[in-house]
């Protein structure tokens, strides 16, 4: 990790789809390590993807975390081709799909693309695909988080230096 960089890592769930949603999100940056989760009682597991994105983007707005450069790393397409590819043509027809449907998880994605645009004043913001359950580490924690917290558990999130964050696993 460099000394500029923010790295974020996301994952969501949903038990039953919808049903019980959980999301999980861990934030590294400067030797430091933040994670977040939460649960929603009914909620489907594109919203919790979604969810866990936001929550740590608001943590690096509120807490005004220096450095020039987010990446975001979620191994859900939804998310990275929503707020990256889809979501311009969305806002140009009006919240509408390509198929004249309404775009599902508006309020989200209009929260999403609204923290991105204010975060791109102060930093370069990445999304960089992940592949889901392949071993890395991060995403892996993550998905730990979203599923507990999906299941109605409450796992105890960790908050500290990074060199016991990995004494922690």
């Not at 030797?31 to 909620?43: A, I």
């Amino acid at each position: 990790m460099k000394k500029d960089e923010v790295i974020i890592y996301t994952d969501g769930s949903s038990l039953g789809n919808p049903g019980p949603g959980g999301w999980g999100s861990v934030i590294a940056h400067e030797e430091k390590v933040v994670e977040l989760g939460g649960r929603e009682k009914e909620s489907t597991n594109n919203r919790m993807e979604m969810m866990a994105a936001i929550q740590a983007l608001r943590l690096v707005q509120e807490k005004k975390v220096k450095g020039k450069v987010i990446k975001v790393h979620t191994d859900s397409a939804y998310v990275l081709n929503g707020i990256t590819m889809w979501i311009f043509s969305w806002m140009k027809n009006n919240w509408r799909t390509a198929s004249k449907d309404p775009v599902l998880n508006q309020d989200l994605w209009e929260e999403l693309f609204k923290l991105e645009l204010d975060l791109k004043h102060r930093y370069k913001v990445e999304w960089i695909k992940v592949k889901g359950h392949s071993g890395v580490l991060l995403n892996e924690r993550c998905d730990v988080i979203a599923t507990s917290f999906s299941a109605g558990e409450h796992p105890v999130l960790f908050r500290g230096k990074l060199a016991d964050y990995q004494k922690f696993f």
